[in-house]
């Protein structure tokens, strides 16, 4: 069973953004770098598939620059058995379809029975990614999943949505993308930290993958105009109130005078 | 439960990655190559950590990597010029005479997060083994029960309630011919291994101080754009005379400044809140001057080991050593711990290479460390200060005459040496009832912040669901004995409302509720908490402040 995971390097959630002069970029300068969470759950749950099939092998796959091999890295300290980087300045700042279409390219080069990606990277927010690469490869794409086991040629997952579950099954090879709750990542316990800084992670060039097409970068589909920072949100007040009655007499207070809501 | 182990070895571990192991490992790499000796050496480092001064006298860097210049060295300022002040509630004096210890032209001021991040890159390039997120949780000793075998790096994947969940990763045992203990101020290793071992059965009890300090965005024009000063201390308001501590503020790259204000833990009065004087410093007219229009882009608080010479432990014991502030190497008069600390990691290395060469790791045979440093640089500078905090720790007049005696005699003072109180040892019993605590300051939540907008300044985090890293040994006692004589200090001087002190609405009944997720890792507590009740331990890996540039 050879399990593909699709990894992205993004800004740690706990870091303070600020908007780069250009104001369609962010200031990197002294901004930590992180696994995308929901990454780190596919790279969990491939590690659990190939225990559980009690053969094959975990392949993280990269599309960025060569500071992206500390993420591999990360993957590969959990217990990981591969890492691949598509290595490219050019990728750093391409769009979903430029990076779906180099990702599904290298998948074409490598033997895959099943691609785990995150549901959506938290840096762009976009969920679009694991879609193109199910799209440019033919695959199924079984999204935002809390549970899946395998047999016979197929995958089963718990799908969730609005208000519930739903059980969806398909013939593999097939894309799955991760939501919280499917697992608990594992801590990359200190050997396997030093082995992982052993392991040479592959590189591959975009001409290797049989990239060619520079419009990709040069002309986007996708540009991004221009970033804003969220609104800060109010503080919270808490209600006060002897009885629940007097406190609900309150909050309508509170509704209709403060907030101008009812 | 016995848990089955893994162990990895090394031939020396680092516990703690700041400034001082890095230039340790860095030197320890060094003379291997000399020596032409393979050594594996690692670096265990339990989050981010920073430093409460970024200005950095610049020999001990010299020394380890001359030409640190062309190597990039993360160099936010040169020291321009000094300026001491006097501050009153509302006027600053210029103090004509800076003290000699304090004068820093030509120092480098740094960002200490910066600065580290630099180090750990070049000790990396040198095959040093660095582990970000491993805490240490307990030393190892041989059978004979005092030769230190390394560390136990504490158990990922518990929950609130200590119980192992899925994903639970014991700790493991690193095992190591020498462990070299550089934790910075009351390392919580560093601090049992003191205890076991008595390495200060013969000192006099480390003293320290709190530094909360921002990093502050300043308009293009600011106050620093055309003075010859960029290195401003200050004495007085809001401490007062009595108390050790002062602000400073130094001028960084790209129109930032660092601000901060040092309390010493010595203070008497329970009341006493070392962020409200911080606060009370950012708003006196001179101080608000300069940073007005700015706003705060991150905030740290630690503790300083500021004790000096007659503080300084032990060094060297069967297989460890201690290095940097987790020794109380620094330089009090100077305020300065960082070039002390790095030579101090330097000639730890230098003595632990012999020793592996010789295959000597016995206290006897590390000793060489402490002799080394007796004969740098660093002996003259920390022994000249040796009488510093006992004198910075008295009240009125007293306090000036033997500061005045031993600057003239080169430290040496009236008496020698003078005594010292521990910090828990000094409140005094409230004579009025206790009061909650009231944040009554006007926060903008730009230049001025609360405290829990600097918790998230500080970029802090905690996995929630696990056990909490502040242990209470009674917490009754809280409740029955320290509110009514002290009022719950807890809660006044956490910089990071870690402690509050609840009221049930129906029983009236008074608790202490904590807030381990908001911890900066000061070590305060720790160490000002009256009863000693209160025992700080590592959380899991990687928690902790995330500081980038303070």
């Given at each position: 069973?050879?399990?593909?995971?699709?990894?992205?390097?993004?800004?740690?959630?706990?870091?303070?953004?600020?908007?780069?002069?250009?104001?369609?970029?962010?200031?990197?300068?002294?901004?930590?770098?992180?696994?995308n969470p929901y990454d780190e759950l596919a790279v969990?749950?491939?590690?659990?598939?190939?225990?559980?099939?009690?053969?094959?092998?975990?392949?993280?796959?990269?599309?960025?620059?060569?500071?992206a091999e500390t993420a591999i890295r990360s993957a590969?300290?959990?217990?990981?058995?591969?890492?691949?980087?598509?290595?490219?300045?050019?990728?750093?700042?391409?769009?979903?379809?430029?990076?779906?279409?180099?990702?599904?390219?290298?998948?074409?080069?490598?033997?895959?029975?099943?691609?785990?990606?995150?549901?959506?990277?938290?840096?762009?927010?976009?969920?679009?990614?694991?879609?193109?690469?199910?799209?440019?490869?033919?695959?199924?794409?079984?999204?935002?999943?809390?549970?899946?086991?395998?047999?016979?040629?197929?995958?089963?997952?718990?799908?969730?949505?609005?208000?519930?579950?739903?059980?969806?099954?398909?013939?593999?090879?097939?894309?799955?993308?991760?939501?919280?709750?499917?697992?608990?990542?594992?801590?990359?316990?200190?050997?396997?930290?030093?082995?992982?800084?052993?392991?040479?992670?592959?590189?591959?060039?975009?001409?290797?993958?049989?990239?060619?097409?520079?419009?990709?970068?040069?002309?986007?589909?996708?540009?991004?105009?221009?970033?804003?920072?969220?609104?800060?949100?109010?503080?919270?007040?808490?209600?006060?109130?002897?009885?629940?009655?007097?406190?609900?007499?309150?909050?309508?207070?509170?509704?209709?005078?403060?907030?101008?809501?009812? | 439960?016995?848990?089955?182990?893994?162990?990895?070895?090394?031939?020396?571990?680092?516990?703690?990655?700041?400034?001082?192991?890095?230039?340790?490992?860095?030197?320890?790499?060094?003379?291997?190559?000399?020596?032409?000796?393979?050594?594996?050496?690692?670096?265990?480092?339990?989050?981010?950590?920073?430093?409460?001064?970024?200005?950095?006298?610049?020999?001990?860097?010299?020394?380890?990597?001359?030409?640190?210049?062309?190597?990039n060295c993360p160099i936010e300022q040169t020291v321009?010029?000094?300026?001491?002040?006097?501050?009153?509630?509302?006027?600053?004096?210029?103090?004509?005479?800076?003290?000699?210890?304090?004068?820093?032209?030509?120092?480098?001021?740094?960002?200490?997060?910066?600065?580290?991040?630099?180090?750990?890159?070049?000790?990396?390039?040198?095959?040093?083994?660095?582990?970000?997120?491993?805490?240490?949780?307990?030393?190892?000793?041989?059978?004979?029960?005092?030769?230190?075998?390394?560390?136990?790096?504490?158990?990922?994947?518990?929950?609130?309630?200590?119980?192992?969940?899925?994903?639970?990763?014991?700790?493991?045992?690193?095992?190591?011919?020498?462990?070299?203990?550089?934790?910075?101020?009351?390392?919580?290793?560093?601090?049992?291994?003191?205890?076991?071992?008595?390495?200060?059965?013969?000192?006099?009890?480390?003293?320290?101080?709190?530094?909360?300090?921002?990093?502050?965005?300043?308009?293009?024009?600011?106050?620093?754009?055309?003075?010859?000063?960029?290195?401003?201390?200050?004495?007085?308001?809001?401490?007062?005379?009595?108390?050790?501590?002062?602000?400073?503020?130094?001028?960084?790259?790209?129109?930032?400044?660092?601000?901060?204000?040092?309390?010493?833990?010595?203070?008497?009065?329970?009341?006493?809140?070392?962020?409200?004087?911080?606060?009370?410093?950012?708003?006196?007219?001179?101080?608000?001057?300069?940073?007005?229009?700015?706003?705060?882009?991150?905030?740290?608080?630690?503790?300083?080991?500021?004790?000096?010479?007659?503080?300084?432990?032990?060094?060297?014991?069967?297989?460890?050593?201690?290095?940097?502030?987790?020794?109380?190497?620094?330089?009090?008069?100077?305020?300065?711990?960082?070039?002390?600390?790095?030579?101090?990691?330097?000639?730890?290395?230098?003595?632990?290479?012999?020793?592996?060469?010789?295959?000597?790791?016995?206290?006897?045979?590390?000793?060489?460390?402490?002799?080394?440093?007796?004969?740098?640089?660093?002996?003259?500078?920390?022994?000249?200060?040796?009488?510093?905090?006992?004198?910075?720790?008295?009240?009125?007049?007293?306090?000036?005459?033997?500061?005045?005696?031993?600057?003239?005699?080169?430290?040496?003072?009236?008496?020698?040496?003078?005594?010292?109180?521990?910090?828990?040892?000094?409140?005094?019993?409230?004579?009025?009832?206790?009061?909650?605590?009231?944040?009554?300051?006007?926060?903008?939540?730009?230049?001025?912040?609360?405290?829990?907008?600097?918790?998230?300044?500080?970029?802090?985090?905690?996995?929630?669901?696990?056990?909490?890293?502040?242990?209470?040994?009674?917490?009754?006692?809280?409740?029955?004995?320290?509110?009514?004589?002290?009022?719950?200090?807890?809660?006044?001087?956490?910089?990071?409302?870690?402690?509050?002190?609840?009221?049930?609405?129906?029983?009236?009944?008074?608790?202490?509720?904590?807030?381990?997720?908001?911890?900066?890792?000061?070590?305060?507590?720790?160490?000002?908490?009256?009863?000693?009740?209160?025992?700080?331990?590592?959380?899991?890996?990687?928690?902790?402040?995330?500081?980038?540039?303070?």
């Amino acid at each position: 069973m050879n399990v593909i995971v699709l990894l992205k390097q993004v800004p740690d959630t706990e870091s303070i953004i600020e908007i780069a002069d250009d104001g369609a970029s962010i200031k990197t300068e002294d901004v930590k770098w992180v696994v995308n969470p929901y990454d780190e759950l596919a790279v969990e749950e491939a590690l659990q598939v190939v225990e559980k099939n009690g053969e094959g092998q975990v392949t993280v796959l990269s599309a960025g620059i060569k500071q992206a091999e500390t993420a591999i890295r990360s993957a590969l300290a959990m217990g990981a058995h591969e890492g691949i980087l598509i290595e490219d300045e050019r990728l750093e700042r391409a769009d979903t379809t430029a990076t779906g279409q180099v990702l599904a390219a290298a998948l074409k080069k490598i033997p895959h029975d099943l691609i785990i990606a995150g549901q959506r990277a938290v840096d762009g927010d976009n969920y679009l990614v694991p879609a193109i690469v199910a799209e440019s490869l033919d695959l199924p794409i079984l999204p935002v999943i809390i549970k899946e086991s395998i047999a016979d040629g197929k995958i089963t997952c718990e799908q969730v949505i609005q208000g519930g579950t739903m059980v969806v099954e398909a013939d593999l090879p097939a894309v799955i993308t991760t939501q919280r709750g499917l697992n608990e990542p594992r801590y990359a316990s200190m050997p396997k930290i030093m082995k992982a800084k052993k392991k040479k992670i592959a590189s591959l060039s975009l001409d290797e993958i049989g990239i060619t097409d520079d419009s990709l970068f040069s002309n986007p589909k996708i540009r991004v105009e221009s970033l804003q920072v969220p609104q800060k949100s109010r503080a919270g007040i808490i209600v006060e109130g002897g009885t629940p009655a007097e406190k609900a007499d309150n909050l309508l207070r509170h509704l209709r005078e403060d907030a101008q809501v009812i | 439960m016995t848990t089955e182990r893994d162990s990895i070895e090394f031939d020396a571990l680092f516990v703690g990655g700041g400034v001082s192991s890095l230039a340790g490992a860095i030197r320890l790499m060094q003379m291997a190559k000399e020596k032409a000796m393979e050594l594996e050496v690692g670096i265990i480092e339990k989050g981010s950590e920073i430093g409460s001064h970024s200005i950095m006298n610049p020999i001990a860097l010299q020394e380890l990597l001359p030409d640190y210049d062309s190597l990039n060295c993360p160099i936010e300022q040169t020291v321009r010029g000094d300026g001491f002040y006097y501050l009153t509630r509302k006027k600053a004096w210029r103090v004509p005479m800076v003290p000699r210890q304090m004068h820093n032209q030509g120092f480098l001021i740094i960002s200490l997060a910066r600065f580290a991040r630099w180090l750990g890159e070049i000790a990396e390039e040198m095959g040093v083994n660095i582990f970000p997120g491993f805490s240490g949780q307990e030393v190892l000793y041989g059978e004979d029960g005092k030769t230190v075998t390394g560390v136990r790096t504490g158990d990922n994947g518990l929950d609130a309630n200590g119980k192992a969940k899925s994903n639970f990763e014991a700790g493991i045992d690193i095992l190591a011919k020498v462990t070299v203990f550089g934790e910075g101020a009351r390392g919580n290793l560093s601090k049992s291994l003191i205890e076991k071992l008595g390495l200060s059965s013969q000192c006099l009890p480390q003293v320290y101080e709190t530094g909360i300090k921002e990093v502050i965005q300043l308009p293009e024009e600011n106050f620093f754009s055309h003075n010859p000063v960029n290195d401003i201390h200050t004495m007085g308001y809001p401490l007062g005379l009595n108390v050790p501590g002062g602000g400073f503020l130094y001028q960084m790259k790209d129109n930032r400044i660092a601000i901060g204000y040092l309390t010493g833990l010595c203070y008497e009065d329970p009341g006493i809140d070392p962020y409200d004087l911080f606060m009370s410093f950012k708003r006196h007219p001179f101080i608000f001057d300069i940073i007005k229009g700015g706003r705060v882009v991150e905030q740290g608080a630690r503790t300083v080991s500021s004790g000096g010479h007659y503080t300084i432990p032990r060094l060297a014991t069967d297989g460890a050593v201690l290095i940097g502030a987790a020794a109380g190497i620094h330089n009090t008069p100077a305020l300065k711990g960082i070039h002390v600390g790095m030579k101090s990691g330097m000639l730890a290395a230098e003595a632990i290479a012999e020793a592996l060469e010789k295959k000597d790791v016995s206290g006897a045979s590390l000793e060489r460390y402490r002799r080394l440093l007796d004969d740098s640089w660093v002996h003259p500078e920390i022994y000249e200060g040796r009488n510093f905090a006992p004198a910075l720790a008295m009240k009125g007049m007293k306090k000036w005459i033997h500061l005045g005696a031993q600057y003239l005699s080169k430290g040496r003072g009236i008496i020698d040496p003078l005594p010292l109180d521990a910090d828990y040892e000094t409140l005094r019993v409230l004579n009025t009832a206790p009061t909650e605590t009231t944040d009554n300051m006007d926060y903008d939540g730009s230049l001025m912040v609360d405290k829990l907008t600097g918790v998230y300044l500080s970029k802090t985090q905690h996995r929630e669901d696990q056990p909490s890293h502040l242990i209470i040994k009674d917490p009754q006692l809280c409740i029955d004995t320290c509110y009514p004589t002290y009022g719950s200090p807890c809660t006044r001087f956490c910089p990071a409302k870690v402690y509050e002190l609840e009221t049930d609405e129906i029983t009236g009944q008074r608790q202490l509720k904590l807030n381990p997720s908001n911890c900066l890792h000061c070590k305060t507590c720790d160490i000002k908490d009256p009863y000693q009740n209160i025992n700080w331990v590592c959380p899991e890996g990687s928690g902790g402040p995330g500081y980038t540039t303070v």
